[in-house]
């Protein structure tokens, strides 16, 4: 399957179905903590990660004339390709906003899927308005070098706990922001639309009458119903 369709499937898939397929594959840290949506109601995003760094600030280097140095937040946004999701480890400093409302508009000018940091945002009314995508940690209104130093980016980071890579892939929905190991994509995107394809019918069972036992998780009796439930025409996998 092509990237575009992987990434197109994942936006149908929950992060909650998908950090239940990563734990069966071996991967539990994958859940970046503090990474809620910015508000109810944002469209589900999954995109390769374009990685941003903060360290703490540096009174000699976290200064308003840094954000005009070619090491900065406003280059590192103008190198983001359209569809990618921005994951910006921020230490989880909760009192110095990362972006405002200048970046965001601009980042979403440019097509970026959506923002994911464990820090915070500025210029909160601005942001909304710009119809980016945020997972974040909430708002502040200090700036970035209040208490933040901008270092690189497309590098490996921490964000939330978790170990993310440039070109993994970041799936975010109303349960926050989940990564994917860029090697395990194409197996993860699969083996997760079979999954929902099953809690799907599952749900049908529920609302059925049908007691749990046995059918969460699937006895043999259930699993033969489901498969025979499958090669029905019209529910079989795409």
Not at 9 to 28: D, W
Not at 52 to 67: C, Q
Not at 139 to 144: I, K, N, R, T
Request: aromatic share 6%; hydrophobic share 45%.
């Amino acid at each position: 399957m092509a990237d575009g369709d992987i990434l197109e499937s994942l936006k149908g898939i929950t992060t909650a179905t998908l950090t239940t397929v990563l734990l069966k594959n071996g991967l539990r840290n994958v859940w970046m903590r503090g990474t809620r949506p910015l508000h109810s109601g944002q469209r589900r995003v999954a995109g390769r990660a374009f990685t941003l760094r903060f360290v703490p600030a540096r009174e000699d280097l976290a200064t308003p004339a840094s954000w005009a140095k070619p090491i900065s937040t406003r280059a590192a946004i103008e190198a983001m390709p359209a569809g990618c999701v921005a994951v910006v480890d921020a230490r989880g400093v909760t009192d110095a906003g990362i972006f405002g409302d200048i970046l965001c508009a601009r980042m979403q000018m440019r097509g970026v899927a959506g923002l994911v940091t464990d820090g915070v945002l500025r210029d909160v009314e601005g942001v909304l308005a710009s119809g980016l995508s945020v997972w974040c940690q909430g708002v502040a209104a200090p700036p970035s070098v209040a208490g933040l130093t901008f270092v690189n980016w497309q590098e490996p980071i921490g964000c939330g706990g978790v170990a993310v890579f440039p070109d993994d892939v970041v799936v975010a929905d109303e349960d926050g922001a989940v990564v994917i190991p860029a090697a395990m994509v194409g197996n993860v995107a699969s083996l997760a639309a079979e999954q929902e394809r099953l809690e799907q019918w599952i749900m049908g069972e529920v609302a059925r009458g049908a007691a749990l036992p046995g059918l969460y998780p699937l006895n043999e009796e259930n699993k033969a119903r489901y498969e025979a439930h499958r090669k029905e025409p019209g529910n079989a996998a795409a």
